[in-house]
Nanobody, 124 residues
Framework: QVQLVESGGGLVQAGGSLRLSCAASGRTFTSTSMGWFRQAPGKERQIVAAISRGGGSTYYANSVKGRFTISRDNAKNTVSLQMNNLTPEDTAVYSC?????????????????WGQGTQVTVSS
């Protein structure tokens, strides 16, 4: 019911910024909480940030808190991740995910809908 497509990844120098976007299709978008996850080579997929259905509640992993900002525009069916002060440790494939609940969850297993992922590479 929910299809997600990420965009905005690329190569950036350490200290730079990128903005990832996730476009959703389906009438259930406004009923979903959203999460951004990332997976680096040889590492498990981990949550980066999440946002509740209405955008009033957010979560950030400690490693990105203060640098990343998640937001959503329900009228445009999009969720974004603004990433500032990037470091090489942020290099990973970033994916957006959705679950049809008001509040987000922390585990990838609790998100049934996923985008294809977009590569973010931060050079030193």
């Amino acid at each position: 019911q929910v299809q997600l497509v990420e965009s905005g990844g690329g190569l950036v120098q350490a200290g730079g910024s990128l903005r990832l976007s996730c476009a959703a299709s389906g009438r259930t978008f406004t009923s979903t909480s959203m999460g951004w996850f990332r997976q680096a080579p040889g590492k498990e997929r981990q949550i980066v940030a999440a946002i509740s259905r209405g955008g009033g509640s957010t979560y950030y992993a400690n490693s990105v808190k203060g640098r990343f900002t998640i937001s959503r525009d329900n009228a445009k069916n999009t969720v974004s991740l603004q990433m500032n002060n990037l470091t090489p440790e942020d290099t990973a494939v970033y994916s957006c995910a959705a679950r049809e609940y008001v509040l987000y969850a922390y585990s990838p297993e609790e998100y049934p809908y996923w985008g294809q992922g977009t590569q973010v590479t931060v050079s030193s």
